[in-house]
Antibody, heavy 117, light 105 residues
Framework: EVQLVESGGGVVQPGGSLRLSCAAS????????MHWVRQAPGKGLEWVSL????????YYADSVKGRFTISRDNSKNSLYLQMNSLRTEDTALYYC??????????WGQGTLVTVSS | SYELTQPPSVSVSPGQTARITCSGD??????AYWYQQKSGQAPVLVIY???KRPSGIPERFSGSSSGTMATLTISGAQVEDEADYYC????????FGGGTKLTVL
């Protein structure tokens, strides 16, 4: 059974940093690219970032480019999102998802990030 | 980047056919995918590559695409199909439509 468990969310002040993690199990982790997708409270889904299976290619939404960094550790079956220079508009539930051909197949339950002073 | 446009809401009675559209200039060249999100839950893939249905998704869910518009069709919608539905497409970056709230009552 595929399981994706996000962690690392919390409350942070504007301008602060946070690192999200996603622990994966139930599939061959390095065979899959991985996404981060977020959802602001009461709003729709927003694609954030994608990393290839070997970690060699990364992609970002314009709204986070230069502030967020996606990475993975295939030896630990783990995905990460380093978020710097956080803004109030980054407040959202952050999901990780595994990927086939660029689309999300299985999703975790999300971790909540609140950016507030 | 490009945009995908969905109607904010669609309403049908149980047993009727619900159709949710997604329009975007890239859709003639790119696949559309559809996700169902019930209240308080993570999204679930219901259609991939325009018209393919993952295992475990009921046959009443189908998808099609023509030109700049993709359509999710729920034939004989059930009360349990009430949810938000999002279309998605991708090049190297991804984009979601704004979502459509389906009401079945």
């Amino acid at each position: 059974e595929v399981q994706l468990v996000e962690s690392g969310g919390g409350v942070v002040q504007p301008g602060g940093s946070l690192r999200l993690s996603c622990a994966a199990s139930g599939f061959t982790f390095d065979d899959y690219a991985m996404h981060w997708v977020r959802q602001a409270p009461g709003k729709g889904l927003e694609w954030v970032s994608l990393i290839s299976g070997d970690g060699g290619s990364t992609y970002y939404a314009d709204s986070v480019k230069g502030r967020f960094t996606i990475s993975r550790d295939n030896s630990k079956n783990s995905l990460y999102l380093q978020m710097n220079s956080l803004r109030t508009e980054d407040t959202a539930l952050y999901y990780c998802a595994n990927s086939l051909s660029g689309y999300m197949v299985y999703w975790g339950q999300g971790t909540l990030v609140t950016v507030s002073s | 980047s490009y945009e995908l446009t969905q109607p904010p809401s669609v309403s049908v009675s149980p047993g009727q056919t619900a159709r949710i559209t997604c329009s975007g200039d890239a859709l003639p060249k790119k696949y559309a995918y559809w996700y169902q999100q019930k209240s308080g839950q993570a999204p679930v893939l219901v259609i991939y590559e325009d018209s393919k249905r993952p295992s475990g998704i009921p046959e009443r869910f189908s998808g099609s695409s023509s030109g700049t518009m993709a359509t999710l069709t729920i034939s004989g919608a059930q009360v349990e199909d009430e949810a938000d539905y999002y279309c998605y497409s991708t090049d190297s970056t991804g984009v979601f439509g704004g979502g459509t709230k389906l009401t079945v009552l």
